[in-house]
């Protein structure tokens, strides 16, 4: 599966951003779809992830209640909208595609598909 993700930028503290993330594939339905993210010199940190057939969803503490990962069959997208941003949440955001039972999972290894970044820069 090809991963394309987009929405990134410079928002205020309190502010919001929808990230989104273009997929391609013929077997979409079988997949697991995350959000991740990154600073330099620091691992790669799950945010949020969603079965793509549906149901499942799961977020990193640090976001939840404030984040929503949704995907969209029509557009072949998953999206993550991001409310009440901090400038903690700065970061590069990846999105990824994993098999469909790396949905509980918030390590990044199992996850094989990556986009190719998107940053996302929230001043305080």
């Known amino acids: 599966v090809q991963l394309q993700a987009s929405g990134g930028g410079l928002v205020q503290a309190g502010g919001s951003l929808r990230l989104s993330c273009a997929a391609s594939?013929?077997?979409?339905?079988?997949?697991?779809m995350a959000w991740f993210r990154q600073n330099p010199g620091k691992e790669r940190e799950f945010v949020a992830s969603?079965?793509?057939?549906?149901?499942?969803?799961y977020y990193a503490a640090s976001v939840k209640g404030r984040s929503t990962i949704s995907r969209d069959n029509a557009r072949n997208t998953v999206d993550l909208q991001m409310n009440s941003l901090r400038p903690e949440d700065t970061a590069v955001y990846y999105c990824?595609?994993?098999?469909?039972?790396?949905?509980?999972?918030?390590?990044?290894?199992?996850?094989?598909?990556w986009g190719q970044g998107t940053q996302v820069t929230v001043s305080s």
């Open positions: 594939g013929r077997t979409l339905s079988t997949y697991a």
């Open positions: 969603i079965r793509w057939s549906g149901g499942m969803k």
């Open positions: 990824a595609a994993g098999p469909s039972w790396a949905v509980a999972s918030t390590t990044s290894d199992d996850f094989g598909s």
